[in-house]
């Protein structure tokens, strides 16, 4: 726990530079670009718009969503999900890329998962005002539930802190594990209930309830059911319970392996 908390205090304490650096990598990104920036928003957009296109008329007719369009609840579950995709595998990235930059100055090599996380916000931002948006046009108006959404982007940073911890010292360790990791987020995509719901599909009960444990579903699910008013945070204690322990777990296992070979990142790089 120690480590975790070494870790934890060194993110808050260089949160200004990890601010910048994650700033300046975007515009780094894209400055060959005609459009800029702007492909930050317009990628996450056009996805949309296949998805909605290639799925609306599949997936939607596993059963009855509560009266919201297909649209407006697969646009709602899909903005944390590019998020944390994107986040997650840029992470993984972070110090084997990045590690020899950091090593000539006075810069805490856990801070680098933190810099993809800040660099990829921008993107959800935008997403998650075109799905509000988009729930006007719906009928979908604010409502006390959305505070709900302060407590779900909470809960989905803390994870991917720790995915990312995680990912980016195992991918040091093992470089194969980046390949791997692709394919676990892709498989992740269907199995976190992005683009249809569990319970109206036909699954076996016994088998949604394992999919449910999904710690992406967990986030996903919150950020649909705070938009469209259908449930509360503690009405799922179980659920709530395993997703602070995955947490938890990851976090512990990430650090105490990022303690023990960051002093070797380089010669292992």
Known sequence: MKEVVSIVKEQFQNWGIIWRISNY??????????????????????QIGIYWIVFSGGFKKGGDLNGVSYLMWMVIGITPWFF????????SKSIYQRVNMV?????PVSALPSIRIVGNLNSFWTMLVFSIALG?????????AWIQWIYYFFAMMCLMFALSIFNSTVSVLVQDWQVLLQSIMRMAFYLS???????????PAPFVRVLQLNPFFYIINGFRESMFNQATVWSQPVLTLVFWGIVLFMLLIGSHLHYKFRSRFVDMI
């Open 25 to 46: 990598e975007d515009k780094a990104s894209y400055q060959n670009h005609y459009l800029g920036l702007a492909w930050e928003y317009l990628y996450p957009l056009i």
């Open 84 to 91: 944390m995709n994107r986040a997650i595998l840029d992470g």
């Open 103 to 107: 090593s000539k100055m006075k810069f």
């Open 193 to 203: 209930g992005v683009l249809f719901n569990f319970q109206t599909t036909g699954f």
């Open 136 to 144: 006007f046009f719906n009928g979908i108006y604010p409502s006390l």
